[in-house]
Nanobody, 131 residues
Framework: QVQLVESGGGLVQPGGSLTLSCAAS????????IGWFRQAPGKDREGVAC?????????YYADSVKGRFTISKDYAKKTVYLQMTALKPEDTALYLC???????????????????????WGQGTQVTVSS
């Protein structure tokens, strides 16, 4: 089981930048994939980006964030980051960090049902993009 705590959300103007952090701990961290999801009011939860902890392999970016968001990991700090640039009002959402065993997530779409069933989740951090 992996424990996760998100931070870094806030209010930012359109075009601005924000970096979210996901502090992770637990005995199975090294064999996990960690991903960021987001959920906006009235919308389904959406997988945003995912990284394999063991080898830093980038597993997934949603089309809506490619070229604007970057997922990265600091192994020493046991923290996964989501750097967000060129933010748009439609990026407004609760951003959640989650971890699954690495075998669950290969390169490609993040299946919400699998992550929900097999994953550990943080409480989320709110990002609001507004002028």
């Amino acid at each position: 089981q992996v424990q996760l705590v998100e931070s870094g959300g806030g209010l930012v103007q359109p075009g601005g930048s924000l970096t979210l952090s996901c502090a992770a701990s637990g005995p199975t961290l090294d064999s996990s994939a960690i991903g960021w999801f987001r959920q906006a009011p009235g919308k389904d939860r959406e997988g945003v980006a995912c990284i394999n902890v063991a080898d830093d392999m980038l597993l997934y970016y949603a089309d809506s964030v490619k070229g604007r968001f970057t997922i990265s990991k600091d192994y020493a700090k046991k923290t996964v980051y989501l750097q967000m640039t060129a933010l748009k009002p439609e990026d407004t959402a609760l951003y959640l960090c989650a971890a699954v065993p690495a075998w669950v997530q290969s390169i490609g779409d993040m299946d919400d049902n699998r992550w929900n069933t097999l994953g550990s989740w943080g409480q989320g951090t709110q990002v609001t993009v507004s002028s």
